[in-house]
């Protein structure tokens, strides 16, 4: 590929990539503003029906032979148990937590991702790693400001979410080695939704009209945000497309001002970039095969 089609595919794919970064917040204010409404249990619910509906029938659509057949459902099983860790955790501190501080926190994944991945895959994190890992934890301190006076709990939940990913991304590393996207992405929304089945009819709402149809944007808006994260890793390498997944961070904060009123203060900007700064040094040594950031699934 000479220099001119490389820089061509490379724009293409930061354009992608900043889509992504433009639906993951959409999807989160979507999702904050269902949640003052409607139960979050609820609402989360309908989000992986409406995600497993797309996905099967676009399964189904293929015809393919075996492409419901999963080597390791086990561990579609457990991703899906850690992914509703995740997605519950950031949707009940969004009813307390401002959405740019909720997203910041929730980008501290890859300094997790490299604290876990010695235990899984044997990768030893550089000095840098751990630099970043150091920076995204002061980072944490200076948004949650715990000897503040507007310090809450709830700020602990975000952070949670923020594990739950980073462990959520291993394993669908490691499921990712017998089964295709289509069958991983199967699997997880059918067992998420079968196990928040269980307990939505004891948080069930009759949403109106316009609750049914932002449910439905909902679904639909997750799932198509992974689609556009795959396209765009066929244009650009994560080192040239990981900068533009801060920019989430930023529309978060432009949606917190716009339809939740909700300013950040300047302690809380510079620990946000504290943040960013530090998933960055996480992707500045991550090799191509490794394992990709995203806000949320």
């Known amino acids: 590929m000479n220099p001119a089609t490389r820089s061509h595919t490379h724009v293409i794919g930061m354009w992608l990539m900043a889509s992504v970064a433009l639906a993951f917040a959409s999807h989160d204010a979507i999702s904050k503003s ?3 409404a409607l139960p979050v249990i609820f609402v989360a619910w ?8 797309i996905v099967t029938g676009a ?19 457990l991703r899906a148990m850690v992914l509703l860790a995740d997605s519950l955790t950031f949707l009940f501190g969004l009813t307390h937590v401002p959405l740019a501080e909720s997203t910041a926190l929730v980008f501290l994944a890859p300094a997790f991702v490299t604290i876990l991945s ?17 920076v995204g934890f002061v980072g944490v301190l200076v948004v949650i400001n715990p000897t503040g006076d507007g310090f809450s709990l709830w700020m602990l939940f975000p952070l949670a979410t923020a594990f739950f990913f980073a462990v959520y991304q291993l394993l669908t590393q ?10 991983c992405s199967f699997y997880v ?51 040239v497309l990981a900068p533009l997944g801060y920019l989430q961070i930023v529309f978060a904060t432009v949606y917190g001002v716009l339809f939740f009123g909700n300013y950040p203060v300047m302690t809380s900007m510079f620990g946000m970039a ?8 996480v992707y500045a040594k991550r090799t191509p095969a490794s394992v990709s950031s995203s806000a949320e699934v």
């Open 34 to 36: 269902l949640i003052l």
């Open 174 to 183: 490691l499921a990712g080695e017998s089964d295709s996207p289509s069958v």
């Open 46 to 53: 309908a989000r992986y029906l409406v995600h497993t509906l």
């Open 59 to 77: 399964i189904l659509r293929k015809r393919e032979q075996g492409a419901f057949r999963s080597k390791r459902p086990w561990l579609h099983l």
């Open 189 to 239: 929304g059918i067992f998420s939704t079968t196990l928040l089945s269980l307990v939505v009819p004891f948080h069930w709402a009759s949403p109106s009209l316009s609750q049914c149809l932002l449910l439905l944007v909902l679904g639909g808006m997750g799932l198509s945000a992974h689609f556009l994260i795959s396209k765009a890793y066929r244009f650009a390498s994560s080192s």
């Open 118 to 134: 010695p235990l899984l895959f044997g990768i030893k994190a550089d000095r840098l790693q751990w630099l970043s890992v150091i």
């Open 274 to 281: 504290l943040i960013c700064v530090s998933g960055l040094l």
